[in-house]
């Protein structure tokens, strides 16, 4: 392994999605990873969709987060299970663990007991509400906080329901909070010589990327509502009908919003659309308009003039066009590796690039227990 991360060792106990796409991370910038599952497996390994070659049969979900990592089984309820993660964790540099709040000390395998075996381990502790607290003993799934951090209440149609976003967002935020907070942790090591627990939840990380939505209210008293795929704070910002296909516009200025005038044949001086807030105020009017003009046009020919005239815009991909499309190929975004039981699979890339090198593992999602026999856990 190489990368920023090569030499670090990590014991991963955690499970189905914020823990693993933490250690993902850490092993796409070259830390080795081990991961430690029960004898059944981490849930994800029964989740769908499934990958199913030659007689092998393996979890999409899965493979997404697990790149890049050793599996051993423990039965951490054993002698001989918590024995083997203490082992683990005395020869380890981060420990990551996404148990609800006191499931280890009940076994006996606590973070400070662990820390008192090796008090340069760096833990990370992923939770649902926090720990402690009115609500830190709640379980936390993804649309569970979703909803109880706010962001449904922010997504969907003005007049429709509140909406889930599509993809695991709590989950995958809340993964990116822990490696962040795990780097930091490794970084502030080399000169303390002592490890840090490190904590964060599905509910901090939806909170903390509320931005402008959640500084509004704070701070001047605005709630914020749905407003679909309409910007709330810009316009014209947000999909727009063409002749045979939506697009999106991002007219994010003063300046972008002349040249977008000018582009679709509105006058950006009109006194009821000449500055950002009147635009705002009069969006429906503006967004009518803007759609007569655009339905007499072709996506295709749209783009390319708002291109030209240097206008932010793309089109609607649906999830095969994104992993065909040339540019996501170029940055290293489509990961391929030989996986032990299907051959060749493809999964996300990491999103970083070092030294223009994309991140990503060339060790693919192990199966389960594929590392067991002594080298990895009696190190």
């Given at each position: 392994m190489t990368g920023p991360l090569s030499g670090v060792r990590v014991v991963d106990l955690s499970r189905a999605l914020a823990g693993p796409y933490?250690?993902?991370?850490?092993a796409d910038a070259g830390a080795e990873v081990v991961k430690v599952e029960?004898?059944?497996?981490?849930d994800s390994r029964g989740w769908l969709p499934f990958v199913e070659r030659d007689g092998a049969r393996e979890s999409a979900y899965f493979l997404a987060a697990n790149r890049g990592k050793r599996s051993v089984r423990l039965?951490?309820?054993?002698?001989?299970?918590?024995?083997?993660?203490?082992?683990?964790?005395?020869?380890?540099?981060?420990?990551?663990?996404?148990?609800?709040?006191?499931?280890?000390d009940r076994l006996g395998l606590g973070l400070e007991s662990l820390r008192a075996d090796n008090p340069r381990l760096v833990t990370l502790s992923i939770t649902g509400f926090g720990t402690g607290g009115p609500d830190g003993h709640r379980p936390g799934f993804d649309q569970i906080l979703q909803a109880e951090a706010g962001l449904m209440s922010l997504t969907g149609a003005p007049d429709g329901e509140p909406t889930r976003v599509g993809l695991p967002i709590a989950d995958l935020l809340a993964g990116m909070f822990g490696a962040f907070g795990v780097s930091a942790a490794l970084r502030e090591r080399e000169t303390t010589g002592r490890?840090?627990?490190?904590?964060?939840?599905l509910l901090s990380a939806v909170v903390a990327v509320q931005a402008f939505h959640g500084a509004g209210w704070l701070t001047a008293g605005v709630e914020p509502v749905r407003t679909g795929n309409r910007h709330p704070s810009i316009a014209p910002y947000g999909v727009f009908p063409c002749a045979d296909a939506s697009i999106v516009v991002a007219v994010g200025s003063e300046s972008l919003w002349r040249r977008f005038a000018e582009a679709v044949g509105i006058d950006p001086a009109r006194p009821d659309i000449a500055s950002n807030d009147d635009r705002v105020r009069n969006v429906h009017?503006?967004?009518e308009e803007i759609g007569e003009i655009l339905r007499t046009r072709t996506a295709d020919d749209t783009l390319?003039?708002?291109?030209?005239?240097g206008v932010p815009a793309g089109r609607i991909r649906t999830i095969p066009e994104v992993y065909d499309w040339e540019q996501v190929r170029h940055l290293g975004l489509v990961h391929e590796m030989e996986h032990p039981t299907l051959g060749t699979v493809a999964v996300p890339g990491s999103a970083l690039r070092f030294d223009g090198v994309p991140a990503s593992s060339p060790i693919a999602p192990p199966v389960l227990g594929q590392h067991e026999g002594g080298e990895v856990v009696d190190r």
């Open positions: 933490a250690t993902m991370m850490l029960p004898p059944t497996g981490d039965d951490l309820k054993t002698e001989d299970g918590a024995r083997g993660l203490r082992q683990l964790c005395r020869t380890a540099d981060v420990l990551v663990e996404n148990y609800r709040p006191g499931l280890l490890g840090r627990a490190v904590e964060t939840s009017a503006l967004e390319a003039e708002l291109s030209a005239a």
